[in-house]
C-alpha cells in the first residue's frame, strides 16, 4: 500500500503535514504512531497544532518533563502540553505535578506558573485531577522561588478552585 509506505518513509520535513490525517485512518494508524514516537520537538508542536490525540500526550508530557533549561520548558509547556489540556487524564497530569515538584529547570523557570494556570483553565475536568493540583499547589507553597509572591495568580485560582489553603495562613 503506498500510502503506508509513505506515512512510514516520507520525508520528515513534511510529516507534520500527512502524520495527523494518518492517525485517522484505522489501517495507517499504528505507522503513524510509530513515526510521531520519533519526531522532533518543533513537529509534534506543529502536529499537535493541527490535530488533538490522546496518543501524543505521553511524549508530550515527557519532552516537557526532560526540559533541561528554563526556556525549554516554558517553550514546551505552550507549545506540547498546553494545547493538550482538554484531553488530559488525570494520570496525565499527575505526571505533570510530578515534573513540576522534581525538575528545578521547570519549577524555577518564570512562565511556567502563569503556563500551568493556562493548562488549569483549559482542563476540561480538573476535580478529577484533585490530587495533582494539590501537589502543585503545595509545591507553589513550599519552594523557596515562589515564596515572594511568584505564582500568586496559580496559588489564587486553585485556591478558588479547590478550596485550597496555605498551612501558613
Sequence with gaps: ????????NG?????????????????LRTAALERIGDVDVDTLAQIIRTKRDPAF?????????????????????????????????SSDLDKIADAFSS??????AAGTADGLL??????QNPKQAEAAWAQIYNMLNNHEYYAEGRGANL???????FGFTSASE
Design 1 to 8: 500500500m503506498r500510502a503506508l509506505n509513505y506515512v512510514q
Design 11 to 27: 520525508p520528515a520535513d513534511t510529516s507534520h503535514k500527512y502524520l495527523p490525517h494518518a492517525l485517522g485512518v484505522p489501517e
Design 57 to 89: 500526550v505521553p511524549k508530550a508530557v515527557l519532552l516537557w518533563a526532560e526540559s533541561g533549561g528554563w526556556r525549554t520548558a516554558e517553550s514546551r509547556l505552550k507549545q506540547l502540553v498546553i494545547p493538550l489540556a482538554p484531553i488530559l487524564s
Design 103 to 108: 525538575n528545578s529547570e521547570i519549577s524555577d
Design 118 to 123: 493556562e493548562l488549569l483553565e483549559n482542563s
Design 155 to 161: 496559588r489564587e485560582a486553585l485556591e478558588t478552585r
